[in-house]
């Protein structure tokens, strides 16, 4: 027969003594307790080794060396089994166990409170023993390790009001139009902790699929259409204009060998696309805990009245998805043609005046203005310094009287104003696709215009001169899809 180690005995092992499934945190006197190496007081049969349980028998042979060293032999704070050496109390004490004798040095328990040992003896009654000896038969080390690892024992799992009312920040419906029976998209989100600050959206896409309000703790930000299927679909809103936003010089232009013709609706020009006044599809709109969100989308084929104009199929999409801080709206062309689909994407934003015109502040911090005229881009990019054009610092409305094209915006130059007297502001941050603006502020009238474009006015035909870089031109090739996005960042300032 083998003998056992030095500084083991042979004696046979037995199942741990119930007081040590008791948590760490139920023991009412730990000062003198080492608990971190479970050298406690004991109350029944003490376990030796030489024999372990066939689902712990590796474990019977790990002590750590400072259990070694001590002689009590007791398991570490990492849960390994006995090694089998007697922890008595000294004689006479209320715990001393008499039947057992050991060589080692006895382990000082004479000054543990009286109240721990009376918890410890409580709970080890035959019905409570059987109970435990149960568990400790089913579960093994599992049982071990949870009851022995301080950190797991009274975890609060109780959600944090917080994550609970997330669930009713954001929500999303779709209301009806009583005259017109155009569905309207609402999108809301509540602000928990200052209604001001909360911000709701409207989307009709019946009406051109139309941002048609925005507000921030019931201020609306957007001019409003007067009445329904009367007001001009690009007077209000956020309208859509592609695939050609602004002017198209003499409304044509040449792409690919071929003449697209436009009939004339400025003077002897073509204005804002051909889908501001289309009825698109609505899909569903949804809330999460982050977010509400609507889509829509327009096919571009033979259904369409204007497809001889423009005739390559493909379908524009639109995602507008409401956050705490603003409304992200999504753009997709998809070209479902054989020829090549040149288009340019823009949003014609019509901004309230919310208090004065001088406490309103404009900026665009552009790398250039275009040259225009009769407000066409030559194609000539200008600098900004010294000019009246220059907006990469606050000014005033006040002293501005603009329609023009701003050139070389990028996803770290966002544009926006800010309403100082009324303590809004916002940001008009968009996608690299999206590299000029146009800014309209007509004096005298309640409203101004900061137009977020792909592409120059007139981009067709300064990209039919070679002027590429200036008119920045979108090309969607056959089967392939182009997208971008504009997000509308809006602040209450205290």
Request: glycine content about 8%; aromatic content about 10%.
């Amino acid at each position: 027969m083998a003998q056992p180690a030095p500084g083991w005995c042979d004696r046979p092992l037995r199942k741990p003594p119930i007081e040590h499934f008791v948590p760490q945190r139920l023991l009412l006197d730990t000062k003198r307790l080492n608990y971190g190496s479970r050298c406690i007081p004991q109350t029944t049969p003490v376990p030796r080794c030489g024999t372990s349980p066939p689902d712990l028998r590796r474990g019977a042979r790990k002590t750590s060396k400072s259990h070694t060293a001590a002689g009590c032999g007791l398991p570490s704070a990492s849960g390994s089994w006995y090694c089998g050496r007697d922890v008595r109390a000294p004689s006479g004490s209320a715990i001393g166990n008499s039947g057992v004798t050991n060589s080692r040095p006895a382990v000082d328990f004479a000054d543990q409170s009286r109240a721990t040992y009376a918890m410890m003896g409580a709970i080890s009654d035959k019905g409570t023993f059987r109970m435990m000896r149960t568990v400790w038969r089913r579960s093994g080390a599992c049982v071990l390790l949870l009851c022995l690892q301080p950190g797991l024992q009274g975890k609060d799992t109780t959600r944090s009001p917080k994550k609970t009312m997330n669930n009713k920040l954001f929500s999303a419906a779709v209301e009806r139009d009583t005259k017109t029976g155009w569905s309207i998209a609402v999108l809301k989100y509540s602000d928990p902790s200052d209604a001001a600050r909360s911000l709701e959206a409207r989307i009709v896409p019946e009406a051109g699929s139309n941002l048609y309000s925005l507000k921030i703790g019931g201020t609306e930000l957007l001019v409003q259409p007067t009445e329904w299927g009367t007001t001009p679909s690009l007077r209000y809103g956020f309208p859509v204009l592609f695939p050609t936003p602004n002017r198209v010089r003499d409304s044509k232009f040449i792409f690919d060998g071929h003449t697209y013709s436009f009939p004339p609706n400025e003077r002897t020009n073509f204005i804002h696309g051909l889908v501001h006044k289309l009825a698109w599809q609505a899909g569903t709109a949804s809330a999460d805990k982050k977010s509400a969100a609507v889509e829509s989308y327009l096919d571009w084929d033979s259904s369409q009245e204007g497809f001889k104009l423009f005739p390559i199929k493909h379908r524009l999409s639109l995602r507008f998805t409401l956050d705490a801080q603003g409304v992200k709206l999504a753009f997709t062309v998809e070209n479902r043609d054989a020829k090549r689909l040149p288009f340019g994407f823009a949003f014609h934003p019509w901004f309230q005046i919310l208090g004065s015109r001088a406490e309103t502040y404009l900026k665009v911090p552009a790398q250039k203005h275009m040259e225009a005229e009769g407000l066409l881009p030559t194609g000539k990019l200008e600098d900004l310094q010294g000019t009246p054009y220059d907006l990469r610092e606050p000014v005033s409305l006040e002293a501005l009287k603009l329609d023009d094209v701003y050139w070389g915006l990028t996803p770290e130059r966002i544009p926006g104003y800010e309403a100082r007297d009324k303590g809004v502001k916002v940001s008009l941050g968009a996608s690299p696709e999206f590299t000029h603006m146009v800014v309209y502020t007509p004096p005298g009238r309640p409203f101004f215009c900061m137009e977020n474009q792909t592409c120059s006015t007139d981009a067709h035909n300064l990209h039919a001169k070679g002027l590429e870089k200036e008119a920045h031109l979108l090309i969607v090739e056959k089967g392939k899809k182009v997208s971008g996005w504009v997000y509308v960042k809006v602040e209450r300032k205290q």
